[in-house]
């Protein structure tokens, strides 16, 4: 039981790994991972023993601070490959209507569909990557639908897959591979569209939290705390400014954060 859970675990990291361009197998990326979460777990145990080392159990919370922070650590690189396909599948996606469209476009005027996607290749980078895997693929002797069928099973995108298995289905068929293109890329456009309006949805709670937080609570509590240290005839010295200042450019870095984490796959 335990052997098919570890077996099934390694396959799917194999299959991150590929789909995130990481040349690594999955016990050179654990050993890795391993060892970066130690150098790290090391680095905040001294941390600790530098603070921690005039007190009586200062062995005890340098143990406890190495146990967690290895195991914080280790699960935090171990979704690296995640963090990439997230990342790649985002680039993707910012195009992948241009993209289709061209391929439309190039079909129409009567190019076929090896040259099409060939030419579509040069103008989008992220999505022409995958095109140009299938163009060398069929370079070096696979018929089309193989090679079609193998990007699938790489790409880190859900919606470049869509369009490949209906180029693979009006392949396989014989239909007209440009009307499939344009219904699933008629598709995937709403889907865009869907998003953009979530997107403004959730950016005025944001938009107000961050009004509300960075700058009205700030100017007001600068302001009442400084007349009531006159009246109280308490000094505020520039540590206290520095600190407002620090927690500020916090907020606003996590206030960016979250507006990049959100934002959807594409130019708007």
């Given amino acids: 039981m335990i052997e098919k859970i570890i077996q099934r675990k390694s ?48 062995l005890g919370f340098v143990l406890v601070a190495f146990l967690i922070s290895q195991l914080v650590f280790f699960m935090l690189f171990s979704k690296m490959p995640d963090h990439k396909i997230i990342k790649k599948e985002k680039e993707i996606n910012k195009e992948i209507v241009f993209a289709s469209r ?4 190039e079909m129409s ?19 022409g990557k995958f095109f140009m895997k299938i163009i060398d693929e069929v370079d070096l002797g696979r018929n089309l639908e193989e090679a079609i069928n193998s990007v699938i099973l790489n790409s880190p995108s859900q919606r470049l897959n869509r369009i490949l298995w209906q180029i693979l289905n009006s392949i396989s ?30 950016l005025n709670p944001l938009a107000m939290f961050y009004m509300t937080i960075a700058v ?3 100017s007001l509590g600068i302001t009442i705390g400084v007349i009531l240290g006159l009246f109280m005839g ?27 984490t959100i934002r959807p796959a594409l130019d708007l």
């Fill in 11 to 58: 396959l799917e990291l194999k299959q991150k790994l590929i789909k995130a361009e990481m040349s690594y197998k999955p016990k050179d990326f654990i050993k890795r991972v391993f060892f970066l979460s130690l150098l790290f777990a090391f680095a905040i145990s001294f941390v600790v023993f530098a603070f921690a080392s005039q007190a009586d159990a200062w």
């Fill in 102 to 105: 061209f391929l439309i476009i």
């Fill in 109 to 127: 005027s009567g190019v076929s569909l090896y040259n099409s996607l060939k030419n579509a290749a040069k103008y989008y980078p992220a999505t």
């Fill in 173 to 202: 068929t014989g239909a007209d591979v440009g009307q499939a293109l344009k219904s699933v890329t008629d598709q995937i456009l709403k889907e865009q569209l869907i998003e953009v309006q979530d997107y403004g949805r959730k």
């Fill in 216 to 218: 009205i609570v700030p």
């Fill in 234 to 260: 308490i000094q505020i010295d520039k540590t206290i400014f520095l600190l407002v200042a620090f927690m500020i450019g916090f907020v606003q870095f996590i206030f960016l954060s979250i507006i990049k």
